[in-house]
C-alpha cells in the first residue's frame, strides 16, 4: 500500500532546469524533511527518451515527487507505474505550466479549461501503489473568479487526489511569458483558504510568492503546507534551516568541508552522463550573497573549462573554509 507518512509542510517547488537530480542531492544533505520534487517530465519523454534514467533519476532522495506533464490516459497511467518503479512517494500532474510548447503538447495551465479531462488524467494515474496529486494555478486569464477555481477542484478531488498544490495566481495563456506568468497575474491566497475549509481533509499545499523562510513561517500556520520556488532558486543553502523551524529537528546543517565532499563524491559518479554545467550549478548558489566571492567565483570559471572536478572541489573547499562564519551564521 502506498499510504506513507510524509509530512509536506515545506516543498520544493518543481522547476525546469533547476530542481535536476544533483539539485536534489544538494537539498537533500542539507534538510532531511523537506519535500522534494523533480523538474516537469513530459510523459512521452518518461515512456521513450533513451536518455530515461538519467531523466527520472531518483538516488534516494525521499521524500519525493515526480511532477508529469501530460494528457494522454494510457501515457499517464504508464507514468505512474514508472513513478513507482523509481521508488518516487508521489506522481504530480502540472496543470499549471503557461508556456506555449506545453500548450502545443495539450498539457501543463490550459488543462484548467477541461476539469472533466484532468479528472479523468487524474483517475488514470491511479494504479493503488504511489500517491497521486495535482499542481495546479486558480485560475485562468485576467479576470479572478473564485468559482471557476471551486467548480475545477470539486470535479478533480472526485478523482480521489487528496493532495493539491496550489500557485494561488491565474495563469495567463497568451500574451505573456511564462516568467512574467509568475509575477503579473496578482497572487490571492484567500483562494487557497477558501477551497481548504470547503475540503478540510484534503491537502492543499500553498505556493506562489513566498519569498522568505519569515513568510513560510507565518502562513504554515494557516495552511497545511508552502511550497518554495525562486525563494529555493536562488539561495538553496536557506534549506538548511528548514527542520529546525518547520519540523521540530534540534539541528541546523553545517555549510562545512563534509558537505562539499558529499555533494562532489555524488556528482563524480555522473560526470560520463551529464554536462559539468548541470552537475555544478546548484553549489554554484553557495556564492549567493556572500560578499568579496569573486575571486572563487572566477577561479571557478576558469576551472571549468578544464573540466578538473578534483580541481573544482578545492576551490570550494578553500571557499567553505575561509567563509565558514558567513555561511552558517
Ligand atoms: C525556473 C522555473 C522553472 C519552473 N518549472 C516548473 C515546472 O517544471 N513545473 C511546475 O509545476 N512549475 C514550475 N515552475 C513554477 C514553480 O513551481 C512555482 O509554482 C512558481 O515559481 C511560484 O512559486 P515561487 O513564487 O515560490 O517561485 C517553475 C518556476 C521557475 C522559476
Known sequence: ???????????????MGYTTPYARKLYRILSKKSFLFTEMIAAKTMIHSRNKDLVIENDGHNPVALQVGGSNLEDLNKCSNIAYEYNYDEINLNVGCPSKSVQKGSFGACLMK???????????????????????????????????????????????????????????????????????????????????????SAIFVLNGGINSLEKASDLINNFDGVMLGRLIQNNPFLLREVDKRFYNINEITDVNEELIFAYFDYIKTKLEIDS???????????????????????????????????????????????????LNY
Open 1 to 15: 500500500m502506498y499510504k506513507k507518512d510524509i509530512n509536506r509542510r515545506v516543498c520544493v517547488a518543481p522547476m
Open 276 to 326: 559539468i554545467f548541470r552537475l555544478l550549478s546548484p553549489i554554484l548558489q553557495i556564492f549567493f550573497g556572500v560578499p568579496n566571492s569573486k575571486i572563487f567565483k572566477a577561479k571557478i570559471n576558469d576551472s571549468i573549462k578544464s573540466g578538473d572536478l578534483k580541481l573544482i572541489e578545492s576551490i570550494f573547499l578553500n571557499f567553505v573554509k575561509s567563509k565558514k562564519l558567513f
Open 114 to 200: 477541461d476539469k472533466i479531462l484532468v479528472r479523468q488524467c487524474l483517475e488514470s494515474m491511479q494504479n493503488n501503489k504511489i500517491e497521486v496529486s495535482m499542481k495546479c494555478r486558480i485560475g485562468l486569464g485576467k479576470e479572478k473568479n473564485y468559482d471557476f477555481f471551486e467548480e475545477f477542484i470539486d470535479e478533480t478531488l472526485k478523482s480521489g487526489i487528496k493532495i493539491v498544490y496550489v500557485h494561488a495566481r491565474n495563469a495567463i495563456l497568451s500574451g505573456i511569458s511564462p516568467s512574467q506568468n509568475r509575477s503579473i497575474p496578482p497572487l490571492d491566497y484567500n483562494f487557497v483558504d477558501r477551497i481548504k475549509n470547503r475540503y478540510p
